[in-house]
């Protein structure tokens, strides 16, 4: 390896020491893009960054297409409202057709690993055990996706929280969980010295976030793949059953339709995200009927308390330690993350009450400190295109229901357990508990029913499940769409079943393992 | 920092996002089949002569995008929700509420505009019937209005949806602005002022030292 005063050479590769070479709207001067590629990879993110460098270091000719802008991590704000817009689909605002849950994605270059919390987790092992019983995935246990984890795990520099990670959110959270007698454990997360800057859904401005926009992204192009942002797919092109490229329109940061592309290629590789994938396929007439089906979220609550001592939720790392006590789900099968959180996000995640309550409840922000539910969701929902957009139908389960009620119960224990003098509970309604004799009580009184609940998705899955039986799924074992040859998918729409756990190292090693198949 | 077009539209979708995915299909069915669509349609027969006195007051000439009767239901509203006076808090003099919700409504695309004004139409004129006011909400007083808000709280889910879209136009508005930060000890941006380097890219990695998948073994 030799070193230049702003580029590293490996090999034959070299990399810009920051930054990334990537072909913007801006960039474009005629109307019509023609290109060609042994691969092109639709989405940037976990799925399409890992894919890139993988196919690229073995000397295949790569085209990364992201549909979202390129914000180079300089260019972040450290302000979430203003991250919604330029780092989030639909602005921040994609939600179900209900409009009671929030699909959170990122959408710009690097997709959502710019903009997660960095919660790194290998898939648990009755997961996989699930497929294997469930879907015929005989060749995923955790033994024989070890060499995936571990590479990936190097790679993104995955190390258990030091305890100058534990923000005091954590530290007193901790607490509650012992006292209960609950496992409690530091996260892993992708980081390098982290700040603790608490600004990790607004994109990690100094670059400490192993995201894909610092890593595989640069690595790929480093071994000569190409990105592009900005460019939207609309469609697969097939001939004969075989894929042959993708069509799409260039589209500024301010809506202006700048270009159309045109991509030829053998193999195209969908990695868009559980919601975009499926739409893509389906506009494009490709794949099976279970294509946009078995879509799972992990449906999440916020259940923020407020603390008699200040907690100041936005200072320190923002993710520093869950409970596993109920992870398996013979135990419940839910998780509990502690999550820090910023103004903006305090203002709109819990109902204190009108006028007088809410002023009181914001007077005491910096007392203020918040539990992530995750639970195992079952695959109830379907991605659909609409004809002119995209449907995200997705309703909580009653099988589902109370799991969400039992991990919104753990969590207002371990609030309770930590010293927190009220909890909010995620409703449209004013509903707190103060002491555990009423937690039931006042859990009982939630209903099932749309716009009762205040839910958020920051795990859309599902949606082009792999198996081995068509009837039941979109992709094969080895990540190919039924029915057409040449086309791969390589992001979180795989999975068979939901994860429980955060799931950004399982697709980047699915991303992996599907690369290395590509024929 | 606080009002860049970015950062309103932003705020704008946020807070209309329980409402950005009712179709105006289903939009216009929940409300008419729903406790606040009969109050409307009830309301509506003489809405036309329920009369306000702020229908006469002006509005600021700098207020662009909100119909007149919109912009006296969010000051009425802010008033409502955001009683900080005699708090820490900062005054609702200082920070210019109304101009950011004014700015946020008008990123909003077409489609859902039309819908938020109808849904805000609705809230205040539904106030009539809805808890049998007799007046528009603009017009209810201070216990009125909270008991209002409460109640749709707790209504059917148009009522919900509206309650939700209004209070976080409102908070999103107050809160976004660096000036309401300090009293509630909110750092804000922090990496700039804090000087911390930037790590930039990660080195490429050394395959060599990596376990190697079997089909790339080499």
């Given at each position: 390896m030799s070193t230049t005063s702003n580029r590293i050479e490996i090999d034959s590769a070299e990399m810009p020491r920051e930054g990334l070479k990537v072909v913007q709207a801006s960039d474009v001067t005629g109307d019509r893009l023609e290109l060609s590629a042994d691969v092109v990879i639709i989405g940037s993110g976990a799925g399409g960054a890992v894919s890139a460098y993988e196919l690229a270091r073995r000397g295949l000719d790569v085209l990364v297409l992201e549909a979202g802008p390129y914000v180079?991590?300089?260019?972040?704000?450290?302000d979430f409202t203003e991250s919604l817009e330029t780092l989030y689909e639909d602005h921040g605002a994609q939600a179900n057709t209900d409009g009671d849950l929030l699909v959170l994605q990122g959408r710009c270059v690097g997709g959502s690993t710019v903009v997660n919390g960095c919660v790194s987790f290998r898939t648990p092992d009755f997961i996989f055990e699930e497929w294997h019983r469930d879907y015929g995935l005989t060749d995923f246990t955790s033994e024989s996706m070890a060499p995936y984890f571990e590479r990936v795990e190097r790679n993104l520099s995955i190390q258990e929280n030091r305890p100058h990670e534990i923000a005091r959110h954590s530290m007193v959270l901790s607490e509650g969980a012992r006292k209960l007698g609950w496992s409690v454990k530091p996260f892993k997360r992708n980081i390098r010295e982290c700040a603790l800057t608490g600004h990790c859904l607004s994109g990690c401005k100094t670059e400490r976030k192993q995201s894909m926009l610092v890593t595989y992204l640069p690595w790929a192009a480093a071994h000569g793949a190409r990105i592009h942002s900005d460019t939207r797919v609309d469609r697969v092109l097939s001939e004969n059953g075989r894929a042959t490229g993708v069509e799409g329109r260039v589209v500024d940061r301010e809506g202006r339709h700048i270009a159309d592309i045109r991509v030829k290629a053998p193999r195209v590789i969908m990695a868009a995200g559980a919601v975009q994938t499926p739409v893509i396929l389906q506009r494009s007439g490709l794949g099976n009927d279970q294509v946009g089906r078995n879509f799972a979220c992990h449906p999440s609550f916020y259940v923020g308390a407020r603390y008699p001592q200040p907690i100041h939720p936005w200072r320190g790392a923002m993710l520093g330690v869950y409970v596993d006590?109920?992870?398996h789900p013979d135990n419940g099968g839910f998780v509990l993350e502690v999550g820090g959180l910023g103004i903006a996000e305090l203002c709109m995640i819990n109902e204190p009450g009108t006028g007088k309550p809410f002023v009181d409840y914001m007077q005491k922000a910096a007392h203020m400190a918040g539990i992530v539910t995750l639970i195992h969701d079952h695959n109830v929902g379907e991605i659909r295109w609409q004809g002119d957009h995209k449907a995200i139908h997705y309703q909580l389960s009653d099988k589902d229901f109370p799991s969400m009620m039992a991990s919104l119960k753990a969590a207002v224990r371990m609030h309770l357990a930590a010293g927190a003098e009220e909890v909010f509970l995620p409703s449209s309604e004013a509903l707190s508990v103060t002491r555990e004799a009423d937690i039931d009580g006042q859990v009982d009184?939630?209903?099932?029913?749309?716009?009762h609940l205040r839910m958020v998705s920051y795990h859309p899955q599902g949606s082009c499940r792999m198996g081995t039986d068509p009837a039941n799924s979109a992709c094969d074992p080895q990540g190919r769409l039924r029915g057409v040859d040449g086309v791969y998918v390589a992001d979180a729409s795989l999975l068979p079943s939901s994860l429980i756990v955060n799931p950004q190292v399982t697709v980047y090693a699915l991303a992996n393992y599907v690369a290395d198949r590509v024929s | 920092m606080t009002s860049s077009p970015e950062s309103d539209r932003a705020a704008a979708h946020q807070a209309a996002a329980p409402m950005a995915a009712l179709s105006r299909r289903r939009f216009l069915k929940t409300a008419l089949l729903g406790s606040a669509g009969l109050a409307v349609l009830a309301g509506g027969t003489f809405a036309v002569l329920r009369r306000s006195p702020v229908d006469s007051m002006a509005v600021p000439d700098?207020?662009?995008?909100?119909s007149h009767s919109e912009y006296h239901l969010f000051r009425r509203a802010t008033e409502v929700l955001l009683p900080v006076a005699g708090t820490p808090l900062t005054p609702l003099s200082e920070v210019p509420v109304l101009a950011h919700i004014d700015a946020m409504m008008g990123l909003l695309p077409a489609h859902l505009r039309k819908d938020v004004s109808a849904g805000l139409a609705l809230f205040d004129n539904a106030a009539v019937v809805s808890?049998?006011?007799?007046?528009?909400f603009v017009d209810l007083d201070d216990n009125a209005a909270v008991a209002y808000f409460d109640r749709w709280s707790r209504g059917h889910v148009i009522q919900r949806t509206l309650n939700a879209v209004i209070k976080q136009f409102v908070y999103v508005s107050y809160w976004?602005?660096?000036?309401?930060w300090p009293p509630v000890d909110f750092d804000g941006p922090v990496s700039d002022r804090w000087g911390i380097a930037y790590l930039g890219n990660a080195p490429l990695p050394d395959e060599s030292a990596l376990p190697q998948t079997v089909e790339n073994r080499t």
């Open positions: 180079p991590s300089r260019d972040f704000t450290e006590e109920f992870m009184k939630l209903v099932n029913k749309p716009q | 700098s207020i662009r995008h909100l808890g049998w006011h007799g007046r528009r976004r602005d660096p000036k309401t």
